[in-house]
T-cell receptor, first 116, second 111 residues
């Protein structure tokens, strides 16, 4: 089945650091990838939709300069949390959908980001 | 706008008992509906999907869901719960290419 690999699985770093999270579709091409944030005991909040070769579409209230998204190829999207602060600590999950119509989204295993 | 509502944030069953997790949707067009499972500190795994074919959809791990248009429901069931089924379950509807998730239902399984 379709596999999405997300790396790293856990990051602990100091306030002010920038952190990059990678999301790869391993056995399929994904024109569109999605980035979610999940707060403790909450559902997933869509942050942005990433389209290969174009700018990401951010949801209302998500700072695009804070959360930089790059989708350079059909199998790779990256999320960079710039100048991270403790309030950015969260569980970030990426997702990718196959290009064929009607296909479900496949999710990575998530990245637990902890900012000290 | 499309949305999903999951009734019950926490469901507890005994091992071997029937599992029923409720999901109702709101959609102005024929929906694509999904159930995902999330284990602690992991991403989401697709259990099953409805894409306007058969109304009874069978998924992985013995789960199934029935699409009922008259009730705007897509409830998830499993005849006999296993301890390994303990997790968070999310119902979702596709809207304009994105997934809209319900708030999730945590399933606990008692020995």
């Amino acid at each position: 089945g379709a596999v999405v690999s997300q790396h790293p699985s856990r990051v602990i770093c100091k306030s002010g650091t920038s952190v990059k999270i990678e999301c790869r579709s391993l056995d399929f091409q994904a024109t569109t990838m999605f980035w979610y944030r999940q707060f403790p005991k909450k559902s997933l909040m869509l942050m942005a939709t990433s389209n290969e070769g174009s700018k990401a579409t951010y949801e209302q209230g998500v700072e695009k300069d804070k959360f930089l998204i790059n989708h350079a190829s059909l199998t790779l999207s990256t999320l960079t949390v710039t100048s991270a602060h403790p309030e950015d600590s969260s569980f970030y999950i990426c997702s990718a959908r196959e290009n064929r119509g009607g296909q479900p989204q496949h999710f990575g295993d998530g990245t637990r980001l902890s900012i000290l | 706008a499309q949305s999903v509502t999951q009734l019950g944030s926490h469901v507890s069953v005994s091992e071997g008992a029937l599992v029923l997790l409720r999901c109702n949707y709101s959609s102005s067009v024929p929906p694509y509906l999904f159930w995902y499972v999330q284990y602690p500190n992991q991403g989401l795994q697709l259990l099953l999907k409805y894409t306007s074919a058969a109304t009874l959809v069978k998924g992985i791990n013995g789960f199934e869901a029935e699409f009922k248009k008259s009730e705007t429901s897509f409830h998830l069931t499993k005849p006999s719960a296993h301890m390994s089924d303990a997790a968070e379950y999310f119902c979702a509807v596709r809207s304009q290419g994105n997934l809209i998730f319900g708030k999730g239902t945590k399933l606990s399984v008692k020995p």
